[in-house]
């Protein structure tokens, strides 16, 4: 464990080299309740609404008959119980599993790949290879911004989807220091493309990618294909034309 360093709080890491384990901040956790609790306010004042305007139409179907609106009245109340006593049970799970959850999270950055755990249930071990790596992107929401932490998106050449803005390979979520991790990442892949002479360039701002580079391979191929099918659909086109001018010669 001497070759480990672990990065977590406001540490600014260390110059490249050996193996850095960097985990989320606690207020990426602090965040993830505080979405929750919004949650909770919207869907109940949701639910308040609804129930409110049904009780609003019952009474006035009901038209002063006191025993059955008593009955209503009653049934509504026990919703009201069963509602809370979900949302306290719901609650305490998510409470529970999302600090266990985030509590697993660590990204491990090598000098050739970056490695990342997750999973609370099902874990995951990621392992994304700087060879593969086509850009480095720094994402900061507004309640990132409110809880002071940033996102690392890490996009590759071999990414889900044509769209390479707007997915990732992988994403380090939840880091207070999230320019500095950045930046020791970016360090550690000019180091890597030093070493090797890999045709990574990873962009610090706006995505510099390979992938237009292999789409405009893959076009020409398949304009290759094309043109080669278009010259034998135009001489067959040819001959059909040649035929259809002999039909029409006199005899």
Do not use: C
């Not at 409110?52 to 509504?76: E, H, K, P, Y």
């Not at 939840?174 to 090797?196: H, M, N, P, S, W």
């Not at 002479?197 to 995505?207: H, L």
């Not at 391979?217 to 086109?237: A, F, H, Q, W």
């Amino acid at each position: 464990m001497n070759d480990i360093r672990i990065i977590k709080g406001s540490d600014i890491p260390p110059p490249p080299g050996k193996p850095r384990i960097i985990r989320p901040s606690k207020n990426f956790l602090w965040k993830n309740y505080f979405l929750f609790g919004i949650l909770f306010v919207v869907f109940t004042a949701g639910v308040v609404i609804i129930l409110g305007g049904f009780l609003w139409f019952l009474s006035t179907l009901i038209n002063g008959d006191t025993q059955r609106m008593q009955l209503v009245v009653d049934a509504f109340y026990w919703i009201g119980v069963l509602y809370l006593v979900l949302w306290v049970m719901l609650t305490i799970g998510y409470l529970i599993g999302m600090y266990w959850y985030v509590g697993a999270m660590s990204f491990i950055v090598h000098g050739h790949e970056i490695v990342v755990h997750k999973g609370l249930i099902n874990k995951t071990e990621k392992h994304v290879p700087y060879r593969t790596v086509t850009n480095i992107n720094m994402r900061t929401g507004p309640f990132d911004r409110l809880f002071r932490i940033g996102t690392i998106e890490i996009q590759t050449a071999g990414g889900r989807g044509l769209a390479i803005d707007e997915t990732a390979e992988e994403k380090l979520e939840g880091i207070k220091v999230y320019r500095e991790v950045r930046d020791y990442i970016l360090t550690q892949l000019r180091q890597f493309q030093a070493a090797y002479g890999t045709t990574v360039s990873p962009a610090e701002e706006e995505p510099q990618t390979s992938i237009p580079q292999q789409m405009l391979s893959e076009l020409r191929d398949i304009k290759g294909v094309m043109s080669t099918r278009l010259e034998k659909i135009e001489s067959k086109l040819d001959e059909l034309d040649k035929k259809l001018e002999k039909l029409h010669k006199p005899y």
